[in-house]
C-alpha cells in the first residue's frame, strides 16, 4: 500500500520568519500523524531556515522550481545541487503556473526531472489539461503527452521514487474542483499508463496526487478515491489547521 503524501506549494507567500513559524509549529503538531507523509514547498530565500526547523521530524522539505543545468548564466535560477544545498530534498516540477506563466513546456520539465533524479533529490512531476482541453473531450490525451514526454528517459526504478501530480488547471485557485469520479478517471488512467509504458511494479509503487482547491470540506471523497494517493495542497497549505486537517482525513483514508 502507497502511504499518503500531503504536500503544501506555499507558492509566493510567507516571508523568512512566517515560513519558519509556520513549519516549527507543523512539527510539533504533526507526531501523531504517522500513516501518512508531510511535505511543505516554501519559497527560495527560505528553504534552509525550514529544512533546519523540520529536521529530526517527518517532513520532507521541496523546492518549487529547478534549473537543468548545474550552472551558468541564468539569472534568477537555482540548480539542483543548490537545492541540496539548502537541505530540501523534494523539487516540484512544472507546475500549471510555470508552464502558463513562464513558457515552461514539456521538454523543458523532462529536463527539469532528469536534473532532479541526478542530483538524488525526488521530483513532483505536474500534469492536468485547460478548460478549453477538457470541453474539447482532450483530457486523456493531454495527460498521455505530458506524462509521456516529461518522463522521457526515466527509468522503472526511478519512477517508483518520484510523485506525479494531477492538478485540472482549470481547478487550481479557482474554488472549483474536479468531482471525485473525474478525479479517479484521471488518476485510474495515469496509473494505466505507467503500468503499460514502466511495469506493474514501478506503477503500484508510484503515487499519484490530485492537486486543485483541495480544502479540509472536500479532502475526504478526493482522497477516497482508489487511485490518488495524496493531495498537492495550494491555498489552503498557507493554514496551519486547514493542512493538518487534509493530512488528518488522509490518515484516516489510508
Same mark, same amino acid.
Given at each position: 500500500m502507497r502511504t499518503p503524501l500531503i504536500a503544501g506549494n506555499w507558492k509566493m507567500h510567507k516571508t523568512l520568519r512566517e515560513s519558519v513559524a509556520f513549519a516549527t509549529a507543523l512539527a510539533a503538531r504533526a507526531g501523531a500523524l504517522t500513516s501518512v507523509d508531510l511535505l511543505i514547498a516554501p519559497t527560495a530565500p527560505a528553504l534552509a531556515a525550514v529544512a533546519a526547523a523540520v529536521e529530526g521530524h517527518r517532513i520532507g522539505v521541496a523546492a518549487q522550481n529547478v534549473h537543468w543545468e548545474r550552472e551558468g548564466a541564468f539569472t534568477g535560477e537555482m540548480s539542483a545541487p543548490m537545492i541540496c544545498d539548502t537541505g530540501a530534498t523534494w523539487v516540484i516540477v512544472g507546475h500549471s503556473e510555470r508552464r502558463q506563466l513562464f513558457g515552461e513546456t514539456d521538454e523543458t520539465v523532462a529536463?527539469?526531472?532528469?536534473?532532479?533524479? #541526478?542530483?538524488?533529490? #525526488?521530483? *513532483?512531476v505536474c500534469i492536468g489539461e485547460t478548460l478549453s482541453?477538457?470541453?474539447?473531450?482532450e483530457t486523456l490525451a493531454v495527460l498521455d503527452? =505530458?506524462?509521456q514526454r516529461a518522463l522521457d528517459g526515466v527509468t522503472g526504478s526511478e519512477l517508483a521514487g518520484l510523485v506525479i501530480a494531477y492538478e485540472p488547471v482549470w481547478? *487550481?485557485?479557482t474554488g472549483r474542483t474536479a468531482s471525485p469520479a473525474q478525479a479517479q478517471e484521471a488518476h485510474a488512467h495515469i496509473r494505466q499508463r505507467l503500468t503499460q509504458w514502466f511495469g506493474v511494479e514501478a506503477s503500484a509503487a508510484c503515487r *499519484?496526487?490530485? $492537486? $486543485?482547491?483541495?480544502k479540509p470540506d472536500n479532502a475526504r471523497t478526493l482522497l477516497g =478515491?482508489?487511485? *490518488?494517493? $495524496?493531495a498537492l495542497v495550494g491555498g489552503a497549505s498557507l493554514d496551519l489547521d486547514a493542512f493538518l486537517a487534509i493530512a488528518g482525513t488522509a490518515t484516516r483514508t489510508a
Open positions: 529536463r527539469k526531472v532528469r536534473a532532479a533524479l #541526478t542530483a538524488r533529490l #525526488t521530483p *513532483i482541453e477538457r470541453d474539447a473531450n503527452r =505530458q506524462v481547478a *487550481i485557485g *499519484i496526487l490530485y $492537486g $486543485g482547491s483541495v =478515491q482508489p487511485d *490518488i494517493d $495524496g
